[in-house]
């Protein structure tokens, strides 16, 4: 019967707390090596940059930021140096600042912010309002008369100032009338 290979550790049978990376804390944490002596060397610009990407990969595969520590945070070690040490608050590209913001979108963001009137193209009453060269100058409302509920909208003429109000009642969108202000 063959055994599989994660079973045996590497080289030697094993559990994966005693595995060379930090004994003990091995299920919390996840080790990364960078082969050479980088007690008194500085880290390669290279070996710099594919350490970045790799804690890039890891933390959108584990959908956080995990602490990039020393192994000497672990145990008693000189290991990884005093370079590569100062180098770990690095790792992560800070994200680019925010994009700037055109005076367009700020117009059209604080344009919706301060709008009062709320336009509905599909709308019987401002269809009727619209037909009739007048625009919405107010929210449609419902109200009750004589135990009938009706909606209403109230419009205006931009030349004359003309106002009417557009109403119809509720379900009956097909039969708007208005009254005018004399």
Known sequence: ??????????????????????????????????????????????????????????????????????????????CPGDPLRGALATLRVPAPPPTAVTLAATLLSAGAAAQRIRLNRTSALQIAITRSGLVPASDEFELVHAGVRYVARLAEHLTTGAVRVFYCRVGDWANVESVQRP
């Open 1 to 78: 019967m063959r055994r599989r290979a994660a079973s045996r550790g590497i080289g030697r049978r094993t559990s994966i707390d005693k595995c060379a990376n930090v004994a003990g804390q091995n299920p919390w944490v996840i080790g990364i090596v960078v082969a050479g002596v980088l007690t008194r060397e500085p880290l390669a610009a290279d070996d710099l940059a594919a350490l970045k990407r790799l804690v890039a990969v890891l933390d959108r595969f584990l959908g956080r930021q995990l602490p990039c520590e020393p192994h000497s945070k672990w145990v008693q070690t000189a």
